[in-house]
C-alpha cells in the first residue's frame, strides 16, 4: 500500500511539475502563419534565407568585428525572412554572448514602461529557448519602468520571430531577457536605456525587433525607408525623432509608420550614445514589395543594421556600406535628450533653437479644453477606460501644434505630482494628456494616484515655448523665464513660476537647478550650457 501511494505522489509531482511548465514557458503564437510550425520544413526556410541572404547583404563586420546589436524585421518570413537572415548572418559564427536583449515594441497592448518576461522560457518549433529569468526579475526589481505583464508577450510576435534565426545561427544553447515595451513616451525611453546600460556590454548582444514604413507604395517606400535609416545610423535620438516627425509631416499616400518599432530603436539610440567606440553598419533593405507574394501598391519596408565596435569592424568602406547608406558613430555631440523629472523632478528633451523667444498665448477656451483633456486622462486611467478620442476637427490650431507641456498636480497647495517635455512629438492636446497622466501616476516621488485622490487634485498647465541658448545669464528675467542647465549627461531645469513662489535671487536660482535638479553642484552652470524658455500658465480655480 505504501508502495502505491508513494507511486502516486510521484505521478502527481510530475502532473505538477509538467503542468507548471506547460503554464509559465510562453509558446509560439504565430508558428504555422508567420513561419512554418513543423521543425524540418522552418530549417529548410532558413537555410534558404541565409544562403539568399549571403548573395544580397552588405559584407558584415569580420570574424574581427564584435556585433554589439542589430536592428532585424519581425513580418512573416516570406516578406522579410531575407532580410532578417542577414541581420542574424552578420554576426561571426561561433560567436558566444551571456545575455540576448530581445527587445520589442508592443503591437497588442498599451502601458507605461516595458514588460520584461520573468516566468519561464520561450519555445520555438527548434526547441525551449532558456530566460535568464533572475535577470529578468533583477530589472523589475531596480527599476520602476520594468514590470512582468504575461499580456505584453502572450500574443506579441515581435520577439518570437527572431528566435528561429537566432537558434538557426547561434545554435539552441543561448539565453535570452525578453523586453517588450508599452509606451510611446520618448523620455520613458530614455529611462529604460539607463537602466539596460550595465548589460550594455561585449558580454551581450540587443536584438531590437522592428520593421520601418508600413503601407506607401513600393516608391514611396524606397524614399521614407532611406531617411529613416540614415537618421538611425547617426546615433542621435533627437535627430532620429525629428526625422520620424518630418516623415509624417510629408503626408505620405498610405505612411502609417515609419517605424514600427521607433520606441525599440530610440532605447538603441540612448545605450549607443554612451559608447563612442560603436559605429552602425547597413546590412540588406527590402520591402514586401520585393516579395512575389507582395503587392506594390501598399508595401512594409524592411532593413537590417548591425551596431559594431568600431576599432575592430571592417575598414575600406570609406564611410558607406555597399548599400549607400552613409554610417555613423553611435555618439553625437548634436540634439540629446537628458535630464532629472521635474517641476521639482523631470525628463527634459533639448532643443538647440537659437531663434527669438515666442510670444504666444493660449485662448480661455483652449485652456479650458486643454484642463478636461488632463482631468479625463487621468480619470480614464484610474478606471481602465479607454481615452476620449478628440476628434481633430474639433480643435484649434493652437491644440494641434507641438509644443512643450508640464502638468503639476496639487492637493491643497502641496505638489502632488509634475512631469513635462519640452520636444513633443505630438500635438498638444495629446502631450497634455500624456503628461497628465505621469504626473498622476509615473512622478518617482510620490505613490500612484488614488481615486479617492482624485476629486481633490487642483490641475495646473504650463504650456513652453521652444528653449533658446544664452550666452548671458543676464538675458534671464526671473518669473518670465524658465531656465534648462545642461552639460554633459546632466540636466535640470525649473519653470518660470518656481521663481515667484520663493525669495531666490538670479544666481540662488541658478544655484538650485544646477545644485538639486542637474547635479552639478551650486556653481556647476558657470561652465553649462544655459537655455531659456517662457511658460503660459494656466489651471483651475
Partial sequence: MKTIYGFLIMIFMTMNIFGQAQEHDRDPVVAGSFYPAGKAELKRQLEHYFRDAAGKASPGPGSDGRVRAIISPHAGYVFSGTVAASAVGCIAPGSRYENIFLIGS??????????????????????TVKVNTGLAKALTESSDFFSFRRSAHTGEHSLEVQLPFLQYHLGNDIQIVPIIIG?????????????????????????????FSHYPSFEDALKIDKL????????DPGGFLETLRKNSDMKIKGLATSMCGWTSGLVLLHLAKKEPGLEFMHILYENSGHSNMGDKSGVVGYHSLALVEKNRSAEGRNGKSHNGYKKAGGSNPGNDEAGGKHKDNYEAGENNSTGDMLDFSISHQDQISLIEIARQSIWSHLHKEKSTDYGKKELSPALLSELGAFVTLNIDGQLRGCIGCFMPSAPLYKTVGSMARE????DPRFSPLSRDEFEKINIEISVLSPLRKISNIEEITL????????KGTRSGTFLPQVADSRDWTLNDFLGHISR???????????????????AFVFGEE
Fill in 479 to 486: 518669473g518670465k523665464h524658465g531656465v534648462y542647465i545642461k
Fill in 183 to 211: 509606451t510611446q513616451n520618448s523620455k520613458i525611453c530614455g529611462e529604460l536605456a539607463e537602466a539596460l546600460l550595465p548589460y550594455f556590454t561585449g558580454d551581450n548582444l540587443f536584438v531590437i525587433s522592428s520593421d
Fill in 439 to 442: 504626473a498622476a501616476f509615473m
Fill in 516 to 534: 538639486d535638479k542637474a547635479g552639478l553642484g551650486w556653481t556647476g552652470w558657470k561652465d553649462a550650457e544655459i537655455y531659456v524658455y517662457e
Fill in 106 to 127: 508592443s503591437h497588442r497592448v498599451s502601458f507605461t514602461g516595458a514588460s520584461v518576461y520573468t516566468d519561464g522560457n520561450y519555445r520555438t518549433p527548434l526547441g
Fill in 228 to 235: 529613416t535609416a540614415e537618421a538611425l545610423m547617426t546615433g
